[in-house]
T-cell receptor
Framework: EAAVTQSPRNKVTVTGGNVTLSCRQTNSHNYMYWYRQDTGHGLRLIHYSYGAGNLQIGDVPDGYKATRTTQEDFFLLLELASPSQTSLYFC?????????????FGSGTRLTVL | GEQVEQLPSILRVQEGSSASINCTYENSASNYFPWYKQEPGENPKLIIDIRSNMERKQTQGLIVLLDKKAKRFSLHITDTQPGDSAMYFCAASHSNYQLIWGSGTKLIIKP
């Protein structure tokens, strides 16, 4: 079973705070993704990467940075958190280059910005 | 940007009956159409997918239909059970591998 692990599970910060969400996958997948999920919007892609050192902009990148340090590790950074970034964040991995388009999601991080 | 419209947003059906969810997409180059199920408090999981070289796919009580002319695809759950209650998301992608997601359907199975 493919494995994607996110940490922390829950995070509360204040407006202007600095937050890092972590994701590690042990699937040997090249692609990793950060999504946010909000009621009425479904899943929205923030950033994605197709390998260590690579970063691609998704559909809702404003206010977010990301970094892919290794094939396994992908981080999402909120350097000046705002209440609009209160959301449920999912990391996922896949390998579409090898016809493995299935996304394997982590368990999510619920972020609250006060 | 590109959108995938998913309807209905909420669907209530009697246990044992069928449920249908419909999605339409904009990009005629889309060639891969997955469906994900998300149970309360869980992460989304792939339940079935279809590629553009097929019109119908069936597995374990799930049927997916694809109409490329109308740019429409749909999920049909036959003989619904309480365990089918969940959020369902459709998505579409083309050559750049980016999935465009629908906004989700909350399926409620009434006993």
């Amino acid at each position: 079973e493919a494995a994607v692990t996110q940490s922390p599970r829950n995070k509360v910060t204040v407006t202007g705070g600095n937050v890092t969400l972590s994701c590690r996958q042990t699937n040997s997948h090249n692609y990793m993704y950060w999504y946010r999920q909000d009621t009425g919007h479904g899943l929205r892609l923030i950033h994605y990467s197709y390998g260590a050192g690579n970063l691609q902009i998704g559909d809702v990148p404003d206010g977010y940075k990301a970094t892919r340090t290794t094939q396994e590790d992908f981080f999402l950074l909120l350097e000046l958190a705002s209440p609009s970034q209160t959301s449920l964040y999912f990391c996922a991995s896949s390998d579409p280059d090898r016809s493995a388009e299935t996304l394997y999601f982590g368990s999510g991080t619920r972020l609250t910005v006060l | 940007g590109e959108q995938v419209e998913q309807l209905p947003s909420i669907l209530r059906v009697q246990e044992g009956s069928s449920a249908s969810i419909n999605c339409t997409y904009e990009n005629s180059a889309s060639n891969y159409f997955p469906w994900y199920k998300q149970e309360p408090g869980e992460n989304p999981k792939l339940i079935i997918d279809i590629r553009s070289n097929m019109e119908r796919k069936q597995t374990q009580g799930l049927i997916v239909l694809l109409d490329k002319k109308a740019k429409r695809f749909s999920l049909h759950i036959t003989d619904t059970q309480p365990g089918d209650s969940a959020m369902y998301f459709c998505a579409a992608s083309h050559s750049n591998y980016q999935l465009i997601w629908g906004s989700g359907t909350k399926l409620i199975i009434k006993p």
